[in-house]
């Protein structure tokens, strides 16, 4: 009997220091995430997007210039694993995810082949990637990387995965293949359609005649038969999702203001690009003061509510574009509400880029960014 008390003693004694270590654990991660948003300060919309990509992190120089435009990468926050967390807020510090210039033919990935980075801020653990960056660091780049599984062909393709960093690797993991004839080029986090509120996000990027899904072995057969990665939802529900060019959304949890600062609130996001967004090429498609649908969004969680426009929750917001003379304007528009938002001038790329849709984070506040002919369109309802 003794016995049997002691041992039992011990597992609480364990578990008790399991819960405060991972509660430190915790409170440490929520403060360095803190630390990197920054108190919000509200300034006018057509010139906040100045200082997005402004070079925080060395990737800045490994990429070519048009891989820097939004529509090829994402930032999120990563929801961490954790057996004795009962909240829903353990997660990383903001990791920006981007996507890389690689081969287009199978037969080069014989050997590891960067197709996207991670730029993880200071004092992050993500244990599922082995990301572990230390206090005193700026900014640290991994590379996201596959390589062909010896035996397979273009006809039956299979990889696999890495985390790495300087060239050593960190974590193998592996890679559910999507064959796309329409995926666009970019590189996302993705959220498991069947397990939104608790599960944690996979990497999806673009692979030689198709789409790679990166995750863990054990979340592997979530992703195998496509289906979940071709929705985008805002709830467990198959009534909430709409199908999409696997690669061209984005989903995440948005920001709230709460004492002065942006904090992750509990409204998961989602953003589809309209069916004819691929259709307008040239910036003269916005002219003739009719309203061009570029982007749909769905809110869940509660109303998301901004200065200028509250997104109601499971209501689908239309998102439209024109330009009168020079001046270009946003519409969003649901059950009867409208916001007419100004928009910055695009730049011309001089190339199309993805026919895609973001949610721009920054310290100042999601925005949304959408491509529009040869340039990029930022519609911030603040």
């Known amino acids: ?63 070519g210039a048009q891989f820097r435009d939004p529509a ?15 909240s829903d807020e353990y997660h990383t510090g903001v990791i920006k995810l981007r996507a890389e210039p690689a081969p287009t033919d199978y037969s080069q990935f014989s050997n590891w082949t960067t197709v996207a980075t991670l730029s993880v801020p200071p004092e992050t653990k993500f244990s599922d990637w082995k990301i572990d960056t230390p206090a005193s660091a ?3 780049v991994y590379d996201v990387q596959l390589k062909t599984v010896a035996g397979s062909n273009p006809a039956s393709p299979k990889y696999e995965a890495r985390i790495a960093l300087g060239g050593s690797e960190k ?62 939802c805002t709830s467990n529900s198959n009534a909430d999702c709409v199908s999409i060019a696997v690669g061209s959304h984005d ?43 570029v982007a749909t969004a769905r809110v869940t969680g509660g109303d998301y509510e901004k200065p200028a426009f509250t997104f109601p929750e499971n209501t689908q917001v239309s998102i439209s574009l024109r330009r009168v003379g020079s001046v270009w304007e946003a519409r969003l528009f649901a059950n009867g509400q409208e916001a007419i938002i100004p928009v910055p001038t695009p ?9 895609s849709v973001r949610w721009k984070w920054n310290a100042l506040d999601e925005g949304i960014w959408v491509r529009c002919g040869p340039g990029c369109c930022k519609v911030d309802p603040i």
């Open 1 to 63: 009997m003794r016995r049997t008390m002691r041992l039992a003693g011990v597992g609480t004694a364990l578990l008790l220091c399991a819960t405060i270590v991972v509660f430190l654990d915790n409170r440490s991660q929520r403060a360095a995430a803190g630390r990197s948003i920054a108190a919000a300060t509200r300034i006018d919309p057509l010139t906040r997007f100045d200082t997005v990509f402004s070079g925080e992190d060395s990737a800045a120089t490994r990429i």
């Open 72 to 86: 090829y990468h994402d930032e999120q926050q990563l929801r961490r694993k954790c057996a004795f967390c009962f």
């Open 138 to 140: 700026s900014f640290v």
């Open 171 to 232: 974590q193998t993991l592996d890679v559910a293949y999507l064959p796309e004839n329409n995926t666009v080029k970019t590189a996302h986090f993705l959220w498991n359609v069947r397990n939104i509120s608790r599960d944690r996000q996979a990497i999806s990027v673009s692979c030689p005649s198709g789409r790679c899904i990166i995750v863990e072995a054990a979340r592997l057969s979530d992703w195998m038969d496509g289906a979940t990665a071709k929705k985008a």
């Open 251 to 293: 989903e995440q949890r948005l920001a709230e203001m709460a004492g002065g600062q942006l904090k992750r609130s509990k409204v998961h996001g989602v953003l589809v690009p309209s069916t004819l967004l691929d259709s307008y090429t040239k910036f003269d498609d916005f002219d003739g003061g009719a309203w061009k649908p």
């Open 347 to 355: 730049h011309d790329h001089g190339m199309l880029p993805p026919a």
